[in-house]
């Protein structure tokens, strides 16, 4: 994706994230999937940067629907999507999950939080950090190890 388009990708989700708090679940969803109609254009063109803003729009729907309690199942179904599409890169992942672990925990199902989590505390663990990022990496695994610890007790 060229950088101009980027930008534009970014703008777009960041004007609906700016209303996470004070829109209800369904006009966040709404928000993204216009994003990703709008870049639909770029399906014929550049099919690579048409399936990261699919990433992006399906991480942010499910950050979404966490954040507005919707169903397990829905955030479930949500996830998969994710998972399917693959994440758009290596820290979004726990970013995304660390959230759904804590709402799986809250609904009463810790077993799904152990379930999506322990592959990433996996992954985290085998890579190397990103030059850069080695804080970033750090408190990210600990913070899913940590999690997944409290799971053991649940």
């Given at each position: 994706m060229?950088?101009?388009t980027e930008e534009q990708v970014g703008e777009a989700i960041n004007e609906v994230l700016k209303h996470m708090e004070d829109w209800p679940y369904e006009k966040l969803a709404d928000g993204f999937r216009a994003i990703q109609e709008?870049?639909?254009?770029?399906?014929?063109?550049?099919?690579?940067?048409?399936?990261?803003?699919e990433r992006r729009v399906a991480e942010?729907?499910?950050?979404?629907?966490?954040?507005?309690?919707?169903?397990?199942?829905e955030c479930e179904s949500l996830l998969e999507?994710?998972?399917?599409?693959?994440?758009?890169?290596?820290?979004?992942?726990?970013?995304?999950?660390?959230?759904?672990?804590?709402?799986?925990?809250?609904?009463?199902?810790?077993?799904?939080?152990?379930?999506?989590l322990k592959?990433?505390?996996?992954?985290?663990a085998?890579?190397?950090p990103a030059s850069g990022e080695?804080?970033?990496?750090?408190?990210?695994?600990a913070a899913v190890r940590k999690m997944l610890d409290g799971l053991s007790e649940c």
């Open positions: 060229d950088q101009r709008r870049f639909n254009w770029l399906a014929a063109s550049a099919p690579a940067a048409f399936r990261e803003v942010d729907t499910l950050l979404a629907a966490e954040v507005k309690e919707r169903s397990i199942m999507r994710v998972l399917e599409l693959g994440w758009s890169d290596r820290y979004r992942a726990p970013e995304v999950l660390l959230p759904f672990g804590r709402y799986c925990i809250d609904q009463g199902r810790p077993d799904l939080a152990r379930r999506y592959p990433v505390a996996a992954e985290l085998a890579i190397p080695e804080q970033l990496h750090g408190n990210l695994l």
